[in-house]
């Protein structure tokens, strides 16, 4: 039996008990914070005349909770947040009052479990660790100050108040309907951008960071793509888009940054390979009836006769029997305005045995049209390119003379890429850097 007094272990007896009685929210414990901090309760109760399992079992705990940068307590709160069960799943679909009453009843119950752990402190666990270790100072508590997030949305802060300020979390129940009703749950709620990589969503710790003002020169196309983006946000019909074009023109960063543009307004970007398309089907219905909007973004789109993928993504912008979800779009870049490979093997010739082959031939040639907005990127002229370098060099803080800064720029483009939003991007970054290294 461990060393520390009655009370204490009873306490700690106790904290058991509410762990293990959760029925929704069981996997809160289950990411290494949590794991960390139930064996530590176990350690707690066990006997070590050197104090050695306590010692090694807080240094675990502190590791993992050190780790994720946050206190035990917000800690607790984001897990309850994210955490994805029956309940977070109902309350996403329809209103408080619809939920079944046993399911509102479980919430309770476990909320009232995870109030007593979120109110067992660093400091207290460093307390019990010294006196069941006889040391005679305690280990350092770990502790984190609440930082101001300022990406935050309301629903999210409001969220948090209600389990901070409340005396008992069984009160917040509704509150947290509401939440998980605006802002979804699991791995959507908590990543922005995403990737569909073997059957399954994965989140992207660090997206791109490329924000729509640091593009020029396609500001037409810029404008439409935000225009539809600002549809699908306020839930009317938006249309699937194809940007297609030059190389280099900033197709792929004009989607990317939308990302960034409507951070703060549940934007959702998944990134879909080509050779996943074949998945598109299932990827569309795990979003339907979810709260966030969702650019599924494929790029450096074509395809080959035959393809599988092919099929896929035509079920998806023609529609089937089933419904097309509101909060899903499809954005396409390709450097083909014609995606599909033809050759001249394919026309029809007299011989073929196809009646209507050129019909055939039409079907590959008209599947970019199927796509309701298709936006053309031409190669950038000098004009274009040089507005670029300059609208990318004032961004960078670049304040060689105007003359300057547009020679180097086509010497630039001469020797390397060639004009385009990719080699002004190139061009302005190494400019940077050796600035900054003549500077020094």
Known sequence: MSSLDTADLSSIQFLQRQAASLLLYRSVLSDPPGIAFLELLDALKRWDAEGLIYLQAYGKWFQAIAATNKSWQDYLIWQILRNDNPFTQQAQRQDFASLPS????AVQQDLQALQSLYECSGAELSCWVQEASKLPLAPVVWYREQDEISYLSDAEKKAIASLQELDNWTDAVEDLAAYYRECGTGILAEYQALRWQSGQ???IAYPDTIKIKELAGYESQRDALMKNTEFLLLGYPALHVLLYGSRGSGKSSLVKGLLNEYANRNLRLIEVSKSDLKDLSKIVELLRNVPQKFIIFVDDLSFEEDDDAFKALKVVLEGNITARPQNVVVYATSNRRHLIREFFKDRPAPSDEEVHAWDTVQEKLSFSDRFGLT?????????????????????????????ELEYRALQWATRHNGRSGRTARQFVDYLKGELATLDG
Not at 102 to 105: E, I, R, T, Y
Not at 378 to 391: C, F, G, M, N, S
Request: no cysteine; hydrophobic share 50%.
């Open 201 to 203: 969503l994965l989140g």
């Open 102 to 105: 046993a399911l509102v009843a």
């Open 375 to 403: 936006l053309t990127f031409e190669p950038a002229d000098q004009k274009t390119y040089l507005t670029i370098v300059r609208h990318l060099a004032e961004q960078a803080g670049i304040t060689l003379p105007l003359e």
